[in-house]
């Protein structure tokens, strides 16, 4: 009797345990949000990196080597975006699980459309270039999804019993993602080949899809400040092209493009790359609907 009801305590026990959501750890805000679309209620999702924050320059904190050790799941941007921050917390996690090339760490750029990807050999005389391409391709609707279906497979492989369930929210994402980018589409069509500045090279994707045309950056090279001379080059640029709208991420002074929207007559257009940039901004659909919506009135 003793024994039997021991066998029936593991097994409940064993149960408990495989009902237990997969612990995911995302680099980004961005990447768990879309985590969470797909993985739903069976899996737990936590980001390194705060919505607010330049996702290039993140200061380690024993959190996030609390948050590696109990992660099944490392899910990163990749093309060298985490490179000066990363590493370092993986190996000091001791977490073998969520190691380059195992099961359990996730590199996202595999599975999306790259831009920007360097003709010429990469040094450091060009700024802070990524060797591999442009490592924000989330700001893009086409990627979305395809970020969702590397989650999907990725879910399912981990966790083979709840694929049926993973496949159905990979499903219910891409209607949303379709639907909501018509709208976006639609949206900017009347601005289709404007001429935009924007601060980073971060919005390359996001202009690709929605037909605008990046003339130039505020920064001479990524990751280099503006000089005089460059600034002079802009305003001058910007005035020839009739350039309208600057875009700036909020981790950026907006002193500098302030001061060429005044010298151009543009406007300057703070815009969000990541999920939980600003109250509100929770998910990946609310993201692009904010930013959409501040752009095609920006360019109105």
Excluded: C
């Excluded at 097994?11 to 768990?32: K, R, Y």
């Excluded at 990163?76 to 985490?82: C, F, I, R, T, Y």
């Excluded at 010429?120 to 700024?127: F, H, P, T, Y």
Aim: charged fraction near 25%; aromatic fraction near 8%.
């Amino acid at each position: 009797m003793k024994r039997t009801l021991v066998l029936a305590l593991a097994l409940v026990a064993g149960s408990v345990a495989q009902a237990e959501p997969l612990n995911v750890v995302t680099t980004t805000s961005d990447l768990a949000s879309i985590a969470r679309e797909v993985g739903g209620d069976r899996v737990a999702v936590e980001s390194i990196a705060r919505g607010y924050q330049d996702p290039h320059f993140v200061e380690a904190k024993p959190s996030f080597l609390l948050q590696l050790r109990k992660a099944e799941l490392l899910a990163v941007v990749g093309l060298e975006l985490e490179i000066g921050w990363l590493p370092p917390l993986i190996e000091q996690s001791r977490n073998s699980e969520v190691r380059p090339g195992t099961d359990g760490y996730l590199d996202l750029s595999a599975g999306v459309e790259i831009l920007d990807r360097p003709s010429a050999k990469v040094d450091r005389s060009m700024g802070d270039i990524h060797a591999s391409g442009n490592p924000h391709y989330w700001l893009e609707p086409g990627n979305a999804v395809r970020i969702a279906i590397q989650f999907r497979d990725r879910f399912a492989k981990l966790r083979p019993a709840e694929a049926p369930y993973f496949t159905a929210r990979l499903n219910e994402f891409k209607v949303r993602a379709n639907d909501a980018n018509k709208r976006w589409t639609e949206a900017l069509a009347p601005y289709k080949g404007a001429k935009i500045v924007t601060y980073h090279r971060s919005w390359s994707n996001f202009a690709r899809r929605y037909g605008l045309d990046v003339v130039d950056f505020v920064e001479p090279k990524p990751g280099v400040p503006p000089s005089p001379s460059h600034l002079f080059e802009l305003v001058q640029s910007m005035k020839e092209q009739k350039v309208k709208v600057i875009l700036v991420e909020p981790y950026f002074d907006l002193k500098t493009p302030n001061s060429v929207a005044q010298k151009t007559g543009a406007k300057v257009i703070v815009m969000y790359p990541s999920v939980g940039g600003a109250p509100g901004l929770d998910d990946y659909f609310k993201l692009f609907d904010r930013n959409v919506s501040a752009l095609a009135e920006g360019l109105r």
